[in-house]
């Protein structure tokens, strides 16, 4: 079997000062934790909002992609949360600056339901960022011994899962150097 790669783009690094322009042109943080990916039910972006809520994880979350009707029900689950403020949504990100888009990352998380094959965790890795994603489907094709997996469905595993890594360098250096491999 020969799985699908990805741009070799995703693989060079990216300077400081191109990402620190980038997140201006977006403004959003300076790190934050990723999902990228079109906003609809299966890709499961609620789950990981409450995850963090959950969790009380004071961490930014960056939440970007293609919107579908599926961005009401995430805007009306959070409009009575505070921590709303510490979520962004972003949805017309440029295919060139995906590469700063993930490098700006901290932790990719990906609680997918359901992939063909899961693009965005190879291209988290090749990024250089820790993946979080979903056991089941094709998630262990993808992300191999360089990811960390739980059930898209239990936001409690999520957000513990979650918080170890941002609370963890030594882990997430790990994962990138697995990831990178």
């Not at 934790?33 to 979350?61: C, H, M, Q, Y």
């Not at 993946?131 to 513990?160: H, K």
């Amino acid at each position: 079997v020969v799985y699908q790669s990805c741009d070799p783009v995703f693989r060079k690094p990216i300077s400081e000062e191109t990402k620190s322009e980038f997140r201006k042109k977006y403004n959003l943080p300076d790190q934050y934790v990723l999902f990228l990916g079109t906003i609809e039910k299966r890709k499961n972006a609620l789950s990981l909002i409450k995850a963090f809520l959950n969790e009380n994880i004071d961490f930014p979350l960056v939440i970007a992609g293609k919107t579908t009707n599926y961005i009401t029900e995430l805007n009306d689950f959070l409009s009575d949360y505070p921590a709303r403020k510490r979520i962004f949504f972003r949805h017309n990100i440029e295919n060139s600056d995906l590469p700063s888009l993930y490098q700006s990352a901290i932790v990719f998380v990906y609680p997918s339901v359901f992939e063909g094959f899961g693009i965005p965790i190879l291209e988290a890795l090749n990024s250089g960022v820790p993946v979080l994603t979903s056991t089941g489907s094709c998630f262990t094709e993808t992300g191999g011994d360089a990811a960390m997996y739980c059930d898209p469905y239990n936001t409690q595993q999520i957000g513990s899962t979650l918080a170890m890594l941002l609370n963890n360098k030594d882990i997430r250096e790990s994962m990138i150097d697995k990831g990178l491999r």
